[in-house]
């Protein structure tokens, strides 16, 4: 494999830069010359493989002017906010290395400009506030409005990730570059798999008795698709950050009594009792639908169709609480993936039980296919022994049931959603980038 550095990294990104102003809209900040860039990404590079005092150092910084930062004062009201230097500094490894550990890589940024004639210097501090991980971690809540200028976070040692405002479009990692390209959530078979339950929340709000007036707002019928999405990324980076590791299992609605009792395919260890209680995210999101429906109809009549803008810009108390509720449930969820064995739930998020261990594995000198785009189309061969136990337990598992789906994260954080798909057990990397 040959391996790339930071000027394949500025190749890319400059393409990608090209790509995106040529689809025309809004004009993005333009980038300085390639040496400039080389010299801005090579440095990051370097500093992300050094120590001060022994700390490894994970920071942000964005090419641009201080009044570039909140050049329309909305972001003000969000905390987004420049501190500047009385006298500007270096753009150098050094000063990156002292002032590296001085910045949340959560909420601040160091802000660096250029110029012919003074070069790459750094002009101050940025304090962004962290809605912007919202991105990538799953959540509601709106991001402060960044201006659309080229960022580079540095997350580890020689991984570098270049963004557009708050746009990912590419990451330096092992010395490969990856862009997002394969997000297997935004698939079309994605979506159908989840078709049915969407259709019961929707059938269910339609019998709710409370809107005798018909005078409610309509629901987008996309909303469940990009709530549910902002549910399993959180699931998804909490099991992430955990260190641990887990496998969450999706089965049809129809199966889950065959699963909670006693069956050949995986022992639960802790079922949970057939109740309501269960199936206490789908009651959640029916309330948020209700919400929604009696707040916008109320401003633009039954015809208007609420989407999910118009869930992320609604400040209401009731709103909120139910928001947090959902995300709290993604938490709970992927810290049941704390005991040994798997969350099993079904496609409409009824939580069956965990701790199951599947009872089975796939042998050493099987295969699987890997795809290499959303629907599965492009794929190539591999061997099971490139992955762990709790990789081998769920392919042997879907090879036996085959309309199950499964999220299988290793305890080195790598993910992969895992599914029958044609005529093979077929798995989807999915990496924090492919959310952005």
Known sequence: MIHKYPKDLVFELLALWRLLDNRGGKKYQRLPDIEVLEDLVSTCYQV????????????????????????????ESNGLFTLLFNVPRPYNEYELLKLGPSIDYNNSMIGVKYSRQDGLQIWGLIHS????????????KQATPLPKA??????????????????????????????????????????????SA?????????????????????????????????FFKHVISTVRRSGHGGTIISIPGDMAECIANDNPYIDLKYRFAEDKKRNKLQDTVLQIMEVMAKHFGSLYGPDYVAG????????????????????????????????????VTTENLELIGFGGIIQGTMEMGGTVALATDPEGVRRQVERVESVGTRHRSFYYLCHRLRNILGIVVSQD??????????????????????FT
Request: negative net charge; hydrophobic residues 40%.
């Open 308 to 343: 999910w803008k118009d869930y992320v810009s609604l400040q209401v108390d009731e709103l909120t609480t139910l928001d947090e509720r959902i995300f709290k449930f993604a938490r709970f969820m992927a810290r049941l993936t704390g005991v040994d064995g798997a969350v």
């Open 150 to 195: 080229l960022g580079i976070n540095v997350v580890g040692s020689g991984r570098l990730i270049v963004c557009r405002g708050l746009d990912i479009l590419a990451q330096l990692s092992g010395g490969n570059i990856i862009s997002p390209t394969v997000n297997v959530f935004q698939s079309v078979w994605m979506k159908q798999r989840f078709e």
């Open 48 to 75: 992300s493989q050094m120590q001060e005092e022994a700390r490894g150092l994970r920071f942000r910084l964005m090419l641009c002017e201080p009044e570039d930062i909140d050049e329309d004062g909305l972001g």
């Open 413 to 434: 954080s790598k993910t992969r959603v895992v599914t029958w798909n044609k005529d093979m057990v077929t798995c989807w990397d999915v990496i924090p980038i492919d």
């Open 198 to 230: 969407r259709d019961t929340l929707f059938a269910l709000h339609a019998e709710n008795p409370r809107n005798v007036s018909n005078d409610w707002a309509q629901i987008d019928v996309s909303f469940i698709s990009d709530l549910y999405l902002q």
């Open 129 to 140: 506030g962290s809605r912007w991980m919202h991105i990538i971690h799953g959540g509601s």
